[in-house]
């Protein structure tokens, strides 16, 4: 699965894609994490299979989510806490539960 993380220049959500891909490998899945800036995540969507929106962009959601929609991607916004997410275990729950969920969010 690829997974775009998104934050406002893409330096903080590359802590948390490198953290999701160690723990996905270490679960032996295999997903592809990678960071993208907010003004390149249009361009970027089309590569997608789940994106992870930072906290910090609550306020673009919307928006995200009309972009994402058109290729039929869900989006998910991490916690306020996501960058304590040493190991990135729970982030890979994140993405479990929204995969598993109907409706492709977490709870």
Known sequence: MRILVVCGAGASSTFVAQR???AAARAGLDHDAAAVSRSALPQRLGEAQLVLIGPHLT???????TDAAAYDVPVIVLPDDVFSDRDGARTLR?????????DGRSA
């Open 20 to 22: 999701l891909r160690r």
């Open 59 to 65: 306020d673009a959601v919307d928006g995200i989510r």
């Open 94 to 102: 994140l993405v479990t539960d929204a995969v598993s969920s109907p």
